[in-house]
DNA sequence: CCTACCGATCGGTAGG
DNA sequence: CCTACCGATCGGTAGG
């Protein structure tokens, strides 16, 4: 707590320089992170059980046995790529919602949905953008108890859009139900990952604006045009 | 053509009695269908990959070597329950569109699309509902030559799609792009296969309402409520 | 369709 | 992080 840990070499962690080893984290040069990228981008082509730990150490310039310094196991590898995808993508998230709503009063739901939704497609899309998909792909591959840990993180990440969508629903922009129109929307836009090519057709925006032309409907029943409505028939 | 068929027992096909081995279909007791549904449900569950032939051998009640016989690879039996899939796929497609269009009164885009849409929760969540989700979650396991093989079927499936999406989108109540709103709606769709359970939470004609409900704009510019709309502020 | 088997590969480890 | 290796498993085949 005093200066004398600037003099003294017992700083817990991050001292500069060479990194040094720590129970928590040996990382050893920290080619760790290589590992990690190695392991996503092979996951997502050829799937977890289709790569074999040789594929990854040799992508990552090491021998057959060395991942298993830096991993217990491929099922841990596999696990480590997840965590650090939904990491990446709740950081990305909290961003985006944090500009949408530093300008308070273009801040409306539909904004709201459109940084979302441009958001999740830089996540899927984006540069590094492995780890997620992989994670969207392989979820069955995962034990059960890798499974129940990754749950709370997917649960936060999913329950950003409750806002939005509910008030989207509430001025009658959103016309199915919520619960159900969070999966069907996460869906259509997590299945791009199945066809979108960066290199040709639409932009990731072109896409959030299509996205959110197609779910989000402009005329509410809580907006002006709403009067125009209300008179039906059976009044 | 004539009753001479009825006497001869040169008839090409399905013959009655017990089944004929022919070149193109040797099928020795017909055990190759319920191969095909044990690897379908295997290769659903655990992924191509993961699964070994000896489980699909197993689930059929053979011995390890036996599906060989049947099939000449692991990849022709994936390639196999995939094919099967999409025929069956593409028949349950057609009876719908042929019942929706029959009732040439009621037969509008809305309604042609809602039967498209559940005619597609059925091929994903109805009985016997494991080849198409193997085919749209072990896509990456095909050899080159089989996804080609493949890409006519589905481009025959999509396509049944587009006379309604075009007609909704030229009456207002489609506003994405047809060829992003296809895309994203069928990954809405098939993306159901993560977290649909028929045993609990919504039914497939309740999803198929709120899928609808949530890409179609019921108050499209061609409606008689468009007259309200068209007098924009600058007209 | 079964029996018996082959060659190759794979996840993981010991020991340094 | 490398070397050398083990035990197990896997797709596929011959021969009946």
Redesign the pocket.
């Known amino acids: 707590m005093t200066d004398a840990a600037i003099a003294t070499p017992i700083e817990p962690k991050r001292a500069r320089g060479r990194p040094r080893k720590t129970v928590d984290e040996r990382d050893?040069?920290?080619?760790?992170p290589?590992?990690l990228k190695a392991a996503a981008l092979l996951f997502r082509r050829q799937g977890f059980?289709?790569?074999?730990?040789?594929?990854?150490?040799a992508a990552?310039?090491?021998?057959?046995?060395?991942?298993?310094?830096?991993?217990?196991?491929?099922?841990?590898?596999l696990y480590a790529v997840m965590e650090e995808g939904m990491h990446s993508a709740l950081a990305r998230q909290a961003a985006a919602i944090e500009v949408s709503a530093r300008d308070s009063k273009a801040n409306t739901p539909q904004v709201q949905l459109r940084c979302l939704v441009r958001a999740h497609f830089d996540v899927l899309h984006g540069p590094g953008s492995d780890f997620i998909p992989v994670m969207l792909y392989e979820h069955r591959s995962l034990l059960v108890r890798q499974r129940t840990a990754l749950a709370q993180l997917q649960v936060q990440y999913e329950s950003a859009w409750s806002p939005a969508l509910e008030a989207l629903h509430a001025s009658g922009q959103l016309r199915a139900p919520v619960k159900l129109a969070r999966l069907l929307i996460l869906g259509a836009l997590s299945w791009s990952v199945q066809w979108f090519d960066r290199k040709k057709g639409a932009s990731l925006d072109e896409l959030a604006d299509a996205a959110c032309a197609l779910f989000v409907n402009p005329c509410g029943t809580d907006q002006e045009l709403r009067s125009n409505f209300a008179r039906s028939p059976t009044d």
């Not at 050893?28 to 760790?32: A, E, L, V």
């Not at 074999?52 to 150490?57: E, S, V």
């Not at 990552?60 to 590898?77: D, T």
């Open positions: 050893d040069g920290n080619r760790r290589e590992l059980a289709a790569t074999t730990t040789r594929d990854i150490a990552a310039g090491m021998q057959s046995g060395s991942p298993f310094y830096h991993f217990k196991s491929k099922h841990a590898l």
